[in-house]
Every structure is written in structure tokens, then in C-alpha cells.
């Protein structure tokens, strides 16, 4: 009798079901896309009932897919997009509005209206957060303020509100289970992240009742159990839940203080795992319950850049410097060094640690000798200047040395990238060949729970590394590149009209 476990990873475009073994390896996958409605400009919104529908079809795609067998054991875990809240009748089982997606800002009056109240601080000390529409309470609060009766079901007790991970949850559980776990809850702006649980203030603030809110576990508690509406014979454990970035650090095993992971993507999401303490972030940086497993809660810094992978995109689509992403390499590597030239890729801001929305992006320190090599080598650069950027602000305002950093995405293929990132971090950079980080995470909590392992150290064994890189630059070539990178920085900010 094999031992499987099934991840559902709920994505902000797709709901995913992948199968997974009891050695953490990758077996099989199914996806299905769900369509996204922008009813207004800045506004984004998912059909809650369709993601609940294309979840079990993509179950239901696995289990007939023959890897599966009748005399296996199956459970479940669950990993989500963060944020994205929905609120529905309990008695019904219907959503009232569509799911208020994280990328939606019809939220940022409620903000504004906070902030200029005062009460930046006070909710930053209790969340961790930024005031935000990005964040689950605003679109909660909105979608209480604007739908019809809304308000007044929710003062009866009749409705309920969470992250897709709850809504799910209570829909495969027949509305028997109303729960979330640290993680997801940590992203709403409404759960205290020192006492684990649901502030009452900060549930006043945005005029939520407590009534609504979804029971708060850790990652690895046993969530329920169901039949997946008769797909699979009896019921299967659900054990195992955390949000999609908090899965990915799981997944990549962060298990120990100063160890982070980087995703590198369209942009980059960077978190760093800072211990059992929850430390108070700034400079842009939010403090997030990074995971709760074995007993104890681990808290992670976490920040986001922009523009990565979509500079190498511009490069190819707009300048037209190559033809395909996959000749950066070769291109950067033509040439010594850069020259001199550095490329700050504000097109949208500078996000942490700088935060200037009015900046724009500036190429620094051509000559007539430079060439478009140099240009290249200048971006791919860039992109390991601001992950140093934000580790170095995570690991300062943590106390900790970053012990190393596990990347994943398709950039990290590109070994000049990868070399001069452990170079300008000085530390070690572990590329790992985990195709799916975030359902991993979950299982990882799946497992922990129902004992398939017996601890941390265990599973952390079963990891596999594509490659491990040191760093190779000297301390005075480092300063001296990272200094050309401020300098330049520092005119991006200078040429603000």
C-alpha cells in the first residue's frame, strides 16, 4: 500500500491538484483555469463557485488518472492564494459577491480613511501589516457596506467570511467546518499575530463581526474530512493548510532562522525566516506568520520587487536586444563586466526597501564603448542587486545572518544570475528542482500531522537541490559594485520631475 498525498493549490489564475508521494516527490498534475472580472477600473474578482467547482474537478482528474490505486492511502492539504476574502450565506451555502481579489483596490478608501484616523501603527503592531487594500479586511468591510442585507445577516449570524482556503474547507466539509490557519489569517489585517487569534479591535475598525471569522490553526492540524462530493469512495483526511508564499517557504524546507527563499517570477517574492519571534517590520517590509508546525509558530519578513523577469521581458519586446530570454546568459557573459553601466528597472516605483512610487527607470553610466551586452549584464544584475536590497533589510532588523537562500522559479536557470547572486549576498544560493514549492509546503504539513514524518529534521532530509553555488567575489569587488548600485539608485530618485 502506497501512501499519497494530494495538494490543492489555488492559484490567483488556476486551481491545481498535485499528487505527491510519501518522499515529498512530485507524481502528477492537473489544472484548471478560472476567469477573472474587472468590473471597475483597479477592481478584480473571482467567482467563488467556480473555483469550488474546478476544485473538484481537478481532483477528480487525479484520482482517474490511474495514479491512484484503490488499495493506496489519499489525504489532502491545501495551499491559496493569499488575500483574496469571500463572504457567503451560511444557510444557503452561496457566496453574496463575487471574491474580493488581493490585486483589488476598492478597498483604498477604507484605507486611507484609517490611516488619516491614526491607526497605521496600532494595526501594524497587532498584524504585521501595512495598511492596504492588498489585505483581506478592506474587501470584506466593502463587500458588508455595499451588497443589500448584508450588513444586517451579518449582525444574525448568518454570514461567514474567510480566504479561499475557509471557503473550501466549508464547502468539501458540507458546512460543517468554518477554519483557516495562521498563515492566511496573518494576511487579512484582522488577526493578531502575537496572540494567534482574531483582534477585536481590529475587527472593529473595519466593521467586521466576529462572528464571521473562520476558527484560526496551525499549518499542520487536521482540518476535516470528505468525500470530495462522492469522487473519492469514503472520506479522505484534509490535513495541511498555509498560504501559497508561506507554502513555498515550507516547501523550499526554511525550517530554521535565516534561511530564506526567493521566487523568481515576473517579479520577485523574497522571505526570510526570522524564528518564534514576531519582530516589527519597516521599511516597507511586513511581518507574517511564516508557519506553524510541531508545536511552535515561526515568523517570516517578507517583501516583494517589481520588475524581475519583466525586465528581461522589456529587453526582449520593447528594445528588442534579444530574441529570447535564453540568450541573456550568453550575452552577459561576453563581456568582462558592466562597464560601468548600471539599469535600476523602476518602471513601477521603487518598491522596498526605497518605496517611491514616482520613480522612473534610469540606465547609468554608458559611454561610447558601451554595447548591449553590457545593457544585459546591467539588468540580469539588477535583479540581484534588489533581492540584496531586501534580505539585508530583513536580516538587519532580525539580528540574524541569512545562513541561505532556496530559489525557484525559471530565471534561476540562468547560472551567471545565480553566481552573482550568492556574490553580492555572500552567502549560499540553493537552487532547488521542486517543481510545485507551494503544494509542497502543504504536504510537507499534511505529512507532519498525520506522522507520516516524525518531525522537521526528518522531512528536511528528503529535500533535493539541483545545485548549491558559493559565493566567489572578493569584499572590496562587492562594496564597490553594490555602491555603483546605490549610487544609481540614488539618481533615479534625484530625476523625479
Known amino acids: 500500500m502506497r501512501n499519497f498525498i494530494l495538494s490543492i493549490d489555488q492559484s490567483t489564475s488556476a486551481t491545481k491538484a498535485v499528487l505527491f508521494n510519501d518522499r515529498c516527490e512530485f507524481v502528477y498534475r492537473t489544472t484548471i483555469p478560472h476567469e477573472q472580472f474587472y468590473p471597475a477600473p483597479g477592481w478584480v474578482e473571482h467567482d467563488a463557485e467556480e473555483i469550488y467547482i474546478n476544485t473538484l474537478a481537478t481532483v477528480k482528474q487525479v484520482v482517474e488518472s490511474g495514479y491512484i490505486l484503490a488499495e493506496d492511502t489519499c489525504s489532502v492539504a491545501i495551499t491559496n492564494q493569499r488575500e483574496t476574502a469571500v463572504v457567503w450565506n451560511k444557510e444557503t451555502g452561496k457566496p453574496i459577491y463575487n471574491a474580493v481579489v488581493w490585486q483589488c483596490q476598492r478597498g483604498a478608501d477604507i484605507c486611507a480613511k484609517l490611516t488619516q484616523q491614526g491607526y497605521t501603527e496600532t494595526i501594524k503592531q497587532k498584524s504585521g501589516l501595512i495598511v492596504d487594500p492588498y489585505f483581506s479586511a478592506s474587501g470584506i468591510q466593502w463587500v458588508l457596506d455595499h451588497v443589500e442585507g448584508a450588513r444586517q445577516l451579518a449582525e444574525e449570524s448568518k454570514l461567514l ?52 471569522m473562520a476558527e484560526p490553526k496551525p499549518c499542520d492540524s487536521i482540518f476535516g474530512e470528505s468525500t470530495f462530493n462522492g469522487i473519492f469512495n469514503g472520506p479522505v483526511t484534509i490535513a495541511g493548510m498555509l498560504g501559497d508564499s508561506h507554502g513555498a517557504l515550507a516547501g523550499q524546507m526554511c525550517f530554521e532562522p535565516g534561511m530564506g527563499k526567493s521566487t523568481y517570477g515576473t517579479g520577485s517574492s523574497v522571505m ?17 506568520v511564516g508557519f506553524a508546525a510541531s508545536g511552535k509558530v515561526y515568523y517570516a519578513f517578507e517583501g516583494n520587487i517589481h520588475c524581475t523577469g519583466a ?111 550568492s556574490d553580492m549576498l555572500d552567502a549560499t544560493i540553493n537552487r532547488s528542482d521542486i517543481e510545485e514549492a ?59 520631475n
Open 311 to 421: 525586465t528581461i521581458r522589456w529587453m526582449q519586446e520593447k528594445l528588442q536586444l534579444i530574441d529570447t530570454p535564453a540568450e541573456v546568459e550568453a550575452l552577459a557573459t561576453s563581456v568582462a563586466d558592466n562597464g560601468g553601466v548600471y539599469f535600476v528597472p523602476a518602471f513601477a516605483g521603487l518598491g522596498a526597501p526605497w518605496w517611491n512610487s514616482q520613480a522612473k527607470a534610469l540606465l547609468h553610466g554608458m559611454t561610447l564603448g558601451t554595447g548591449k551586452a553590457h545593457v544585459v549584464r546591467a539588468a540580469l544584475e539588477a535583479i540581484t542587486y534588489q533581492v540584496k536590497d531586501l534580505v539585508d533589510l530583513m536580516t538587519t532588523q532580525a539580528g540574524i545572518s541569512l545562513k541561505e537562500l532556496r530559489v525557484d522559479g525559471g530565471p534561476t536557470k540562468n547560472n551567471f544570475l545565480m553566481q552573482f547572486q
Open 272 to 288: 526570510v525566516n526570522i524564528g518564534e519571534k514576531a519582530i516589527e517590520a519597516s521599511g516597507g517590509l511586513v511581518t507574517s
Open 438 to 496: 507551494s503544494a509542497l509546503g502543504a504536504v510537507v504539513m499534511n505529512g507532519l500531522v498525520r506522522g507520516v514524518w516524525k518531525d522537521l529534521e526528518e522531512v528536511a532530509s528528503l529535500r533535493k537541490s539541483d545545485k548549491t553555488i558559493s559565493p566567489q567575489m572578493d569584499k572590496e569587488t562587492r562594496q564597490q559594485l553594490y555602491a555603483g548600485w546605490l549610487n544609481a539608485i540614488q539618481r533615479t530618485q534625484q530625476n523625479i
Open 161 to 212: 467570511a474567510g480566504t479561499i482556503d475557509s471557503w473550501l474547507l466549508w464547502k468539501l466539509t458540507d458546512g460543517k467546518v468554518h477554519a483557516t490557519d495562521y498563515t492566511n489569517a496573518s494576511r487579512t489585517l484582522l488577526f493578531n499575530i502575537h496572540t494567534l487569534d482574531w483582534d477585536d479591535e481590529l475587527l472593529s475598525l473595519f466593521t467586521i463581526p466576529r462572528c464571521m
